[in-house]
């Protein structure tokens, strides 16, 4: 699977939209990219996944460059409860096994 | 739905003890993986589990063990603690096909304190 790079810490005003970048420069045409969360002391939570199209549910958006080289979660109008470590993921898609590897992640914090 | 569910959530063991710990993954999901998150090492994968057989396996010693049951609940057991085993141990959960893609869940964890 392609390894992912993230800023290690990133503020934002409560409120505002939090842009979260990654980089995935080796990721093949089969991989999707994956974005999960973690509050303090609590199992990772499953934000959204994407292939080569953007993507927004409830929780948030996923924009992916056109050479996929490198995506974006945008969390809209950011609050507190946004306050966590944020993962960014590529993966093969299914029946290939449901190894995740997780790398140090993004700690998001918002700011009042 | 009942999302994915793991006891206990908290426990506390001597070295040299063993552990056991469970996981019940939602309702339909045929796949379950479990991780170790420590401080020093963050997630790390131990193994994943599809319709009772062993699927996948991280670079852990064989003191971890795992297995599925016909249920797809599945356990975990770490033998002859020792103090670096201590950690939150996440079970995550998916349904791991085709059409329902392999997007995992994961459950709140359990809690390990090897004393």
């Known amino acids: 699977d392609a390894k992912t790079t993230q800023p290690p810490s990133m503020d934002c005003a409560e409120g505002r939209a939090a842009n979260l970048p990654c980089n995935h420069s080796t990721i093949s045409g089969n991989e999707y990219v994956y974005w999960y969360r973690q509050i303090h002391s609590q199992g990772p939570q499953y934000i959204i996944h994407?292939?080569?199209n953007n993507e927004t549910n409830e929780m948030a958006s996923l924009i992916i460059t056109e050479d996929r080289k490198s995506s974006t979660l945008i969390l809209p109008h950011a609050t507190l409860r946004d306050t966590a470590v944020y993962y960014c993921i590529v993966r093969y898609p299914a029946n290939t096994g449901n190894q995740f590897y997780f790398g140090t992640g993004t700690s998001l914090t918002v700011i009042p | 739905k009942a999302g994915v569910t793991q006891t206990p959530r908290y426990l506390i063991k001597t070295r040299g003890q063993q552990v056991t710990l469970s996981c019940s993954p939602i309702?339909?999901?045929?796949?379950v993986s479990w991780y170790q998150q420590t401080p020093g090492q963050g997630l790390q994968f131990l193994f994943e589990?599809?319709?009772?057989?062993?699927?996948n396996k991280g670079n852990f010693p064989g003191r971890f063990s795992g297995r599925q049951f016909s249920n797809s609940r599945s356990e975990m057991n770490v033998s002859t603690l020792e103090l670096g085993d201590s950690a939150l141990y996440l079970c995550?959960?998916?349904?791991?096909?085709?059409?329902?893609?392999?997007?995992?869940?994961f459950g709140e964890g359990s809690w390990l304190t090897v004393v």
């Open positions: 994407g292939l080569k």
């Open positions: 589990y599809f319709s009772e057989t062993q699927r």
């Open positions: 995550a959960s998916s349904q791991n096909d085709r059409i329902a893609g392999n997007t995992i869940y």
């Open positions: 309702s339909g999901h045929r796949s």
